[in-house]
């Protein structure tokens, strides 16, 4: 099973930090999850609230083991909240239905895992994610 490096996962988060500060966006922290849901890495930025860490794994854990990007989630979410309670029990309280958590995939098309972002809006923390993403030469699905 193909997954993201230590190495691609830092330069993830660092080129994600870097598009927040680009754009003025408030301190954001950034998770990085394999294919499995397992943490490869995390950062919070100096002034990011202590509770993001839960916020980014959450965004990215529903989006892994879901397979559906935190903008659909949100879509399936307002169409059919029963799902995505039934979803989140689940999985153990542990998701956050929202843009933010973002599919990572090969060029091949197979997930790799997820990134998570937090501390801006939502739709911010997404479009940081994807740039993360993106720079390391890999597919964002927001």
Known sequence: MATISLRRAR???R??????????????????LDAGGNVQAFEREDGAS???FQIAHGKAYGTVMLGMA???QKGRAEEQAYFITA????????MV???GGVLVRDAKGAVLGAVGVTG?????DAAAAKAGIEAVGLTAEI
């Open 120 to 124: 801006d809006t939502s739709d911010n």
């Open 50 to 52: 202590p509770g993001r």
């Open 87 to 94: 979803a989140g029990a689940a999985l153990g309280g542990q």
């Open 70 to 72: 935190g903008t659909a």
């Open 15 to 32: 080129k994600t930090l870097e598009a927040g500060r680009a754009a003025e966006m408030k301190p954001l922290s950034v998770i990085v």
């Open 11 to 13: 330069t993830i988060i």
């Open 97 to 99: 239905p929202v843009p």
